[in-house]
Nanobody, 123 residues
Protein backbone atom coordinates (compact mmCIF):
# COMPACT_ATOMS: atom_id res chain seq x y z
CA UNK A 1 0.00 0.00 0.00
CA UNK A 2 1.32 3.41 -0.95
CA UNK A 3 2.28 5.60 1.96
CA UNK A 4 3.46 9.19 2.08
CA UNK A 5 4.97 10.22 5.40
CA UNK A 6 5.77 13.85 6.10
CA UNK A 7 8.23 15.21 8.62
CA UNK A 8 9.89 18.50 9.48
CA UNK A 9 7.00 20.69 10.57
CA UNK A 10 7.07 22.78 13.71
CA UNK A 11 6.94 26.23 15.22
CA UNK A 12 9.23 28.95 13.93
CA UNK A 13 9.45 32.71 14.20
CA UNK A 14 8.71 34.94 11.24
CA UNK A 15 11.75 35.17 8.99
CA UNK A 16 12.93 31.71 9.95
CA UNK A 17 13.27 28.53 7.92
CA UNK A 18 11.99 24.97 7.94
CA UNK A 19 12.53 21.99 5.66
CA UNK A 20 9.75 19.52 5.12
CA UNK A 21 10.41 15.99 3.92
CA UNK A 22 8.05 13.41 2.49
CA UNK A 23 9.10 9.81 2.10
CA UNK A 24 7.08 7.60 -0.22
CA UNK A 25 6.90 3.85 0.15
CA UNK A 26 4.87 0.85 -0.87
CA UNK A 27 4.82 1.43 -4.58
CA UNK A 28 6.61 2.49 -7.71
CA UNK A 29 6.86 6.23 -8.16
CA UNK A 30 8.50 6.41 -11.52
CA UNK A 31 6.74 9.07 -13.54
CA UNK A 32 5.04 10.56 -10.50
CA UNK A 33 4.81 14.24 -9.71
CA UNK A 34 5.20 14.90 -6.00
CA UNK A 35 4.20 18.05 -4.24
CA UNK A 36 2.83 19.91 -1.27
CA UNK A 37 -0.58 21.34 -0.62
CA UNK A 38 -1.32 23.40 2.44
CA UNK A 39 -4.48 24.17 4.32
CA UNK A 40 -4.85 27.04 6.74
CA UNK A 41 -7.70 27.15 9.26
CA UNK A 42 -10.96 28.01 7.55
CA UNK A 43 -9.42 27.94 4.07
CA UNK A 44 -9.36 25.52 1.18
CA UNK A 45 -6.40 23.29 0.55
CA UNK A 46 -4.13 24.91 -2.03
CA UNK A 47 -1.23 23.70 -4.10
CA UNK A 48 1.96 25.21 -2.76
CA UNK A 49 4.66 23.52 -4.82
CA UNK A 50 5.06 20.50 -7.05
CA UNK A 51 7.86 18.83 -8.99
CA UNK A 52 7.82 16.37 -11.84
CA UNK A 53 9.59 13.03 -11.78
CA UNK A 54 12.57 14.37 -13.71
CA UNK A 55 12.67 17.59 -11.73
CA UNK A 56 12.42 19.51 -14.97
CA UNK A 57 8.99 20.95 -14.25
CA UNK A 58 8.26 22.78 -11.03
CA UNK A 59 5.23 24.69 -9.87
CA UNK A 60 5.07 27.29 -7.12
CA UNK A 61 2.13 29.24 -5.81
CA UNK A 62 2.67 32.97 -6.27
CA UNK A 63 2.63 33.46 -2.52
CA UNK A 64 5.75 31.33 -2.02
CA UNK A 65 7.81 32.09 -5.13
CA UNK A 66 11.31 33.19 -4.23
CA UNK A 67 10.99 31.83 -0.68
CA UNK A 68 10.23 28.12 -1.04
CA UNK A 69 12.20 25.55 -3.02
CA UNK A 70 10.99 22.07 -3.88
CA UNK A 71 13.37 19.26 -4.71
CA UNK A 72 13.37 15.49 -4.81
CA UNK A 73 15.68 12.52 -4.48
CA UNK A 74 14.26 9.70 -6.58
CA UNK A 75 16.71 7.17 -5.21
CA UNK A 76 15.15 7.75 -1.80
CA UNK A 77 11.58 8.34 -3.05
CA UNK A 78 11.64 11.56 -1.08
CA UNK A 79 10.53 15.10 -1.82
CA UNK A 80 11.64 18.16 0.11
CA UNK A 81 10.25 21.62 0.62
CA UNK A 82 12.77 24.20 1.83
CA UNK A 83 10.86 27.12 3.29
CA UNK A 84 12.74 30.36 3.93
CA UNK A 85 11.65 33.81 5.06
CA UNK A 86 8.57 32.30 6.63
CA UNK A 87 5.58 34.51 7.35
CA UNK A 88 2.63 34.07 9.70
CA UNK A 89 0.51 33.64 6.56
CA UNK A 90 2.42 30.41 5.87
CA UNK A 91 0.89 28.83 8.96
CA UNK A 92 -1.00 25.74 7.81
CA UNK A 93 -1.05 21.98 7.71
CA UNK A 94 1.17 20.90 4.86
CA UNK A 95 0.19 17.74 2.99
CA UNK A 96 2.46 15.71 0.79
CA UNK A 97 0.82 14.48 -2.39
CA UNK A 98 1.57 12.57 -5.56
CA UNK A 99 0.08 11.95 -8.98
CA UNK A 100 1.21 10.16 -12.10
CA UNK A 101 2.13 12.69 -14.75
CA UNK A 102 3.13 16.35 -14.72
CA UNK A 103 2.25 18.90 -12.03
CA UNK A 104 -1.26 20.32 -12.27
CA UNK A 105 -3.16 22.72 -10.05
CA UNK A 106 -6.39 20.73 -9.69
CA UNK A 107 -6.48 19.00 -6.32
CA UNK A 108 -8.73 16.26 -7.74
CA UNK A 109 -5.87 15.10 -9.95
CA UNK A 110 -3.81 14.04 -6.93
CA UNK A 111 -4.57 10.58 -5.62
CA UNK A 112 -1.88 9.95 -3.02
CA UNK A 113 -1.86 11.86 0.25
CA UNK A 114 0.10 11.99 3.46
CA UNK A 115 -1.38 12.72 6.87
CA UNK A 116 -0.04 16.25 7.01
CA UNK A 117 2.45 18.13 9.15
CA UNK A 118 1.74 21.35 11.02
CA UNK A 119 3.76 24.47 10.32
CA UNK A 120 3.20 27.43 12.62
CA UNK A 121 4.91 30.77 12.13
CA UNK A 122 4.77 33.28 14.95
CA UNK A 123 5.04 37.03 14.44
Amino acid sequence: QVQLVESGGGLVQAGGSLRLSCAASGGTFSGYTMGWFRQAPGKERELTAAISWSGGTKYYADSVKGRFTISRDNAKNTVYLQMNSLKPADTAVYYCTARHGLPVGNIREYDRWGQGTQVAVSS
